[in-house]
């Protein structure tokens, strides 16, 4: 299963999603556990460390993955279809009219998780990558 499949199927937010897209986006920094408070850091070579963005809970924090040139569309809280959050992603070109050229979504249980998963879609465009 892909880590878009993942997060498209989790039920929730979780640490282990977030390491696993902090992976994806900074692979420069190494993620380490810290088992007694259920959170993690990230240690970079010289030895300074910082938390783990909330990727999978904070909007915020799920903001920050889309990348550069893709705009937030459409967000929708429950789909009427199947109840899960929506996300639609779009990327301007820098044509006459700012004509959209590209665009990505997500359909996952909270809208955090469907913004990640959107994000790694638009990120997977950008890189010429298969989207899942």
């Known amino acids: ?15 282990e999603l977030d390491a696993e897209i902090a992976r994806v986006f900074e692979p420069e920094r190494i993620w380490l556990p810290v088992m007694s408070y259920g ?12 938390m783990c963005p909330a990727y999978t809970t904070s909007l915020d924090a799920a903001m ?12 929708a809280e429950h789909d009427p279809k199947d109840g899960k959050s929506i996300v639609h992603l779009v990327r301007i070109g820098k044509g006459y009219g700012g004509q959209v050229d590209d665009r990505r979504w997500s359909n996952a249980a909270t809208p955090a998780l469907a913004l990640c998963a959107a994000a790694l879609r ?11």
Not at 39 to 46: D, E, I, M
Not at 64 to 75: D, I, K, S, Y
């Open 1 to 15: 299963m892909t880590l878009i499949e993942q997060i498209e199927a989790a039920d929730a937010g979780s640490r």
């Open 39 to 50: 959170h993690g850091v990230y240690a970079n070579a010289n030895g300074s460390a910082s």
């Open 64 to 75: 920050t993955l889309v990348p550069e040139g893709w705009r937030l569309a459409a967000m």
């Open 122 to 132: 638009a990120r997977a465009a950008n890189n010429g990558d298969d989207d899942d």
